[in-house]
């Protein structure tokens, strides 16, 4: 699959199919993650493979869970899939200057760094034939406990991976006339 075929036809994928994902297929969405690129070549990024399902059912209850009883679909999905993967961050080290200290307003550049490994991982998934979605909306310090991240990494996102049980539609895209401007904002 070419990288923009992959970009354009990849979805969030919330039901799975209990089928296993062997480890080639993990170890190839690892590499993809592996080669994003990061600031000063940090690789701030570390990686977590969870493939048991006590591990799983635990770390699924941290994700929130909406009012009314709304069930969040990522719960279901994180019990489902064969493997889950957990990105965190070594903190204090992205966005830093040669002598440690924070180079711009942004402060820790972590989040951005992490984000574009996430980014290769789903595409690199989807090009395989498998699914993910990108988690966010969980405790981040309880689920932190559950795996034994050390202090001074940030737990930062998750995804499940496995085989897709669903095929939704493109949701809209907003059209570049509505988001890109020439020679200053707004212009």
């Keep these: 699959m070419e990288v923009l075929e992959a970009i354009e036809t990849r979805r969030s994928i919330r039901k799975y199919k209990s089928a296993p994902v062997d480890d080639k297929a993990v170890q190839a969405v690892l590499e993809a ?85 996430v980014q290769n991982m789903v595409l690199a998934a989807h090009s395989l034939g498998l699914g993910t979605v990108i988690i966010g909306a969980f405790d981040a310090p309880a689920a932190a406990a559950v795996l034994g991240v050390p202090e001074g990494y940030s737990l930062v996102t998750l995804f499940p991976l496995g085989v897709p049980d669903e095929a939704p539609k493109a949701r809209p895209r907003k059209e570049l006339s509505e988001i890109v401007f020439k020679d200053k904002f707004g212009a």
């Design 33 to 117: 993650g592996r080669w994003a690129p990061s600031w000063a070549n940090t690789q701030c990024w570390r990686f977590i493979v969870v493939r048991d399902s006590k591990t799983k059912a635990a770390v699924a209850d941290t994700l929130f869970r909406g009012p009314g009883g709304f069930e969040n679909p990522g719960i279901t999905a994180v019990n489902t899939v064969p493997v889950l993967i957990v990105i965190c961050a070594k903190m204090g080290k992205s966005g830093c200057n040669p002598r440690g200290e924070i180079a711009t307003e942004k402060g820790d550049w972590y989040m951005f760094d992490t984000a574009l490994a």
